[in-house]
């Protein structure tokens, strides 16, 4: 059984930064695409990134391209999320997504595309 733990939310300033980890257990991570998703209060989980097998494929919502990077380290079964500049709208619940696939350069954006779910770790951005 999958299990994604995500870890290193807080709080923040405006302009501050924080990098989230999703540390996987169980299954091959090296065959995992992960990607980041957020959910603020009253809003519907929307995408924030993605990241393919071998890290060698990103893709980014534009509302955090240039200030997020997603990346993975598989020899320590986790993915990352550096965010930079953080603004006080990306206060959200952050959710790291796995899904298990054979192609090492394909990046997955919508949720129906993921399979494992992690419980999410709260940022709140202050002005």
């Known amino acids: 059984q999958v299990q994604l733990v995500e870890s290193g939310g807080g709080l923040a300033q405006a302009g501050d930064s924080l990098r989230l980890s999703c540390a996987a257990t169980?299954?091959?991570?090296?065959?995992?695409?992960m990607g980041w998703f957020r959910q603020a209060p009253g809003n519907e989980r929307e995408f924030v990134a993605a990241?393919?097998?071998?890290?060698?494929?990103?893709a980014y919502a534009d509302s955090v391209k240039g200030r997020v990077t997603i990346s993975r380290d598989n020899a320590k079964n986790t993915a990352y999320l550096q965010m930079n500049s953080l603004k006080p709208e990306d206060t959200a619940v952050y959710y790291c997504?796995?899904?298990?696939?054979?192609?090492?350069?394909?990046?997955?954006?919508?949720?129906?595309?993921?399979?494992?779910w992690g419980q999410g770790t709260q940022v709140t951005v202050s002005s």
């Open positions: 997504a796995a899904r298990t696939t054979i192609s090492r350069s394909t990046v997955y954006r919508t949720q129906n595309d993921y399979v494992y």
């Open positions: 990241i393919s097998t071998n890290g060698g494929t990103t």
């Open positions: 169980g299954g091959s991570f090296s065959m995992k695409a």
